[in-house]
């Protein structure tokens, strides 16, 4: 069964930060590239960040520098760290493998960047 959990989302002021994580099920999370996407109210689903098996990361242009994307093999989790957070950071994020046309979600965990 794939399964997906996402948390450590919440309301936070801009320039603040949190760290999100995702439990994946060992069938999607081994050996496979996972990724964080997220889509605000109106917007299409993007890919933030991506990590392979082996560690190597890609980030989208308008959080590099700010997110930090890890994992840990041994515990099917992956975790995005976000700093300096922004209004425009504002959306539901979710985790999944890293490839067009993914079909496996979690339910999401909200961000909301706010004073």
């Known amino acids: 069964q794939v399964q997906l959990v996402e948390s450590g989302g919440g309301l936070v002021r801009p320039g603040g930060s949190l760290r999100l994580s995702c439990a994946a099920s060992?069938?999607?999370?081994?050996?496979?590239?996972m990724g964080w996407y997220r889509q605000a109210p109106g917007k299409q689903r993007e890919l933030v960040a991506s990590?392979?098996?082996?560690?190597?990361?890609t980030y989208a242009d308008s959080v590099k520098g700010r997110f930090t994307i890890s994992r840990d093999n041994a515990k099917n989790t992956v975790y995005l760290q976000m700093n300096s957070l922004k209004p425009e950071d504002t959306a539901v994020y979710y985790c999944?493998?890293?490839?067009?046309?993914?079909?496996?979600w979690g339910q999401g965990t909200q961000v909301t960047v706010s004073s």
């Open positions: 060992r069938s999607i999370f081994t050996n496979n590239a």
């Open positions: 999944g493998p890293a490839r067009a046309g993914n079909i496996y």
């Open positions: 990590i392979m098996w082996v560690g190597l990361t």
